[in-house]
């Protein structure tokens, strides 16, 4: 659904002596930047209860839940020190939270503390977020994450940043390796050194010691594709800006406007290898060499898989470099080489068969495990306008929810960090491969522990079973926190892993806010309608080989996603310990609260 203004309603609710106040426009849906949802605002950061006998099919519904989740999570988002640096702009990989209240850890041992690195894949989404806070607002989009002065600000430090180390390591070309958010203890040639923490005073950022001469792809075309949409949506932006505010907006926008064109004229020279071959690691020989017309400087790295030839995200990398890059030193453009990377790619788009209790079949694009992670390019660029595209992934939205429903698990299978009691390494590790093994091309090693984000891509194909599922997920026990979600639970609903990653946050809230497809759809298409001609094409051909002759055969699922049954959840999700003491809520009111404002709303709208 798109976020919409509606007509205007007043609703007061008051029980147990919790007063929820006048809400506007069905909880002020088109929420203000900075501002505070009418549930929050009353204390009730333990939201998601009060959404569980609501009807998720009511678009008031979505609505007021959206804008519940926004505001909590912008606790984490536009807070400085928290998620991103306040002096440079960049993003923190992530978080800690004390485990036992639920609140910020500034410092300590991992899991807590702030984790001053981070990787371009971070910046995607949020250059994402903020080129979705840039548009215009008459142009009745989604909320704001940002105000205007605060997205303005994080944009300024950001590209500060992102000038000097440019400078300093030319031989990235404009990209980014894993960094130190706000600098490094020391960087002695050939020494190991620790990225700096809050205790000390920030400094320019720096390669991270583990990645002083490499740069991965796969990160990087997320992060492309996001500094394209940052810099045209500044650019228009500055075209009507007026008054204070307009030489600082335009200023900005040809500095954004240099950032993308030096990605534009090093991706060829850096990741594309020939023959089709687009690395998934580039080693840097000589990191004073400029990466522009040096292809010779750049080498393939010992990465498994060494080439971005999958289906997943590594192809955000793969279109950048198709319709953006400039192909310097090849004939005619790359006219040659670039059908020889959809060449190479072709044979990695399987089409699998699954089949559900019922004995019906749905056809869908084998996964690498079919972790949700695997469908981030859904929420970058327009792949859901291209109906077979879209009937591909609505199929494996359906076996992704249908088999969490048919295994009894209360959520979804997403690559995370696990629980401390899910043994998927050190400290419940890094749980990667989770997922669905009947249509998986890889062997699922993991199956107990479950992330808020697996949500997103349903969200994306259907919001209101994609809300509906996310929504049960942050019901089980110590889910929410006063910065909104947190990473994972396992499925029994005893433990959770007390973090806050971008990973496993800003996906869901990207998708609740439509993602960049739309956006950057119409960019390509205003700007050269060749380039969105070419998108449809490349990728609509792909499937097209792929899926030739199957849409007879396990096609045309309903657009509507199952829901998730209630009796999901453990019984003790709805005891009191099961929330922590820094973020509960009195559910009862919340509940009669919610289900009020969401009637009232729709009435008012049907006048």
Same mark, same amino acid.
């Given at each position: 659904? +798109?976020?919409?203004? *509606? ?41 998601? #209860? ?61 899991? @807590? ?51 000097? !180390? ?12 894993? !960094? ?42 997320? +992060? ?7 810099? #045209? ?29 030096? +990605? ?31 292809? =010779? ?40 080489? #670039? ?16 089949? *559900? ?5 749905? *056809? ?14 859904? +929420? ?42 899910? =043994?998927?390494?050190? !400290? ?5 491969? /989770? ?9 699922? #090693? ?40 947190? =990473? ?12 806050? *990653? ?35 094409? /490349? ?11 199957? =849409?007879?055969? @396990? ?24 929330? !922590? ?27």
């Amino acid at each position: 659904m +798109m976020w919409r203004p *509606t007509a205007t309603v007043a609703v007061g609710f008051c029980a147990a002596s919790v007063c929820f106040g006048t809400l506007a426009r069905a909880d002020q849906a088109n929420v203000s930047a900075g501002g505070v949802s009418a549930l929050q605002a009353a204390g009730c950061c333990r939201f998601a #209860r009060a959404f569980q006998q609501v009807d998720w099919r009511q678009p008031e519904t979505q609505r007021l839940f959206i804008a519940e989740a926004v505001a909590a999570e912008r606790h984490f988002f536009a807070a400085p020190d928290v998620s991103f640096d306040a002096v440079t702009g960049m993003t923190y990989d992530g978080h800690g939270i004390d485990p036992q209240t639920g609140e910020l850890k500034a410092t300590g041992p991992h899991p @807590g503390g702030v984790f001053t690195f981070s990787a371009s894949s971070k910046e995607g989404i949020h250059l994402s977020l903020l080129a979705l806070a840039l548009q215009r607002s008459d142009s009745e989009i989604q909320p704001l994450i940002y105000t205007l002065n605060e997205a303005l600000d994080v944009l300024e430090k950001k590209v500060s940043s992102l000038e000097a !180390f440019d400078a300093s390591h030319p031989g990235f070309g404009g990209f980014l390796p894993w !960094f130190c958010s706000r600098g490094a203890t020391n960087t002695t040639p050939g020494a190991a050194y620790s990225c700096r923490g809050l205790d000390q005073e920030a400094g320019p950022i720096v390669p991270t010691s583990g990645w002083v001469s490499e740069v991965p792809g796969l990160d990087n075309g997320q +992060m492309a594709w996001a500094t394209y949409a940052v810099a #045209r949506v500044l650019a228009d932006r500055a075209a009507l800006a007026t008054g204070g505010d307009a030489v600082r907006i335009r200023n900005l926008a040809d500095r954004w406007e240099q950032r993308l064109a030096r +990605m534009r004229s090093s991706a060829v020279p850096l990741f594309y290898a020939g023959q089709g071959r687009v690395r998934a690691v580039t080693v840097v020989q000589n990191m004073s060499q400029d990466a522009a017309g040096t292809p =010779e400087n750049a080498a393939t790295g010992l990465a498994a898989p060494s080439y971005l030839d999958d289906a997943y995200e590594g192809e955000l990398m793969v279109l950048f470099i198709d319709l953006l890059a400039d192909w310097f030193g090849y004939a005619e453009d790359g006219i040659h080489e #670039r059908p020889l990377m959809w060449k190479r790619k072709q044979p990695n788009v399987v089409a699998r068969n699954y089949t *559900t209790r019922d004995g019906s079949t749905l *056809t869908v694009q084998e996964g690498y495990w079919f972790s949700s992670h695997e469908q981030w390019k859904l +929420m970058v660029l327009p792949y859901l306008d291209i109906p077979l595209v879209k009937q591909v992934f609505t199929n494996g939205e359906h076996v992704r929810l249908n088999d969490a429903i048919d295994h009894s698990v209360p959520g979804i299978f997403a690559s995370s960090l696990a629980p401390p009691n899910v =043994e998927c390494g050190t !400290f419940g590790g890094y749980c990667n491969a /989770v997922g669905v093994q009947e249509v998986a091309s890889q062997v699922v #090693r993991w199956d107990q522990s479950i992330s808020p984000y697996g949500a997103y891509p349903s969200i994306l194909i259907d919001p209101a079973a994609g809300l509906a599922w996310y929504n049960i997920m942050l019901s089980l026990p110590h889910m929410q926190t006063q910065t909104g979600s947190i =990473e994972s639970s396992d499925i029994a609903g005893t433990s959770v892993a007390p973090i806050l *990653t971008w990973d496993t946050k800003a996906t869901t809230v990207l998708a609740m806010l439509g993602g960049t497809g739309p956006l950057i759809g119409s960019l390509l298409k205003r700007e050269d309608g060749q380039l969105l001609h070419r998108f449809q094409k /490349v990728v609509g051909e792909m499937y097209a080989v792929a899926f030739e002759g199957k =849409e007879a055969h @396990g096609f045309g699922a309903s657009a509507e996603l199952p829901m998730p049954p209630s009796t999901l959840l453990p019984p003790h999700s709805h005891h009191p310990t099961s929330d !922590f003491p820094s973020c509960g809520c009195d559910s009862t009111a919340a509940s009669a609260y919610v289900l009020e404002a969401v009637a009232a709303a729709s009435a008012d709208v049907h006048v």
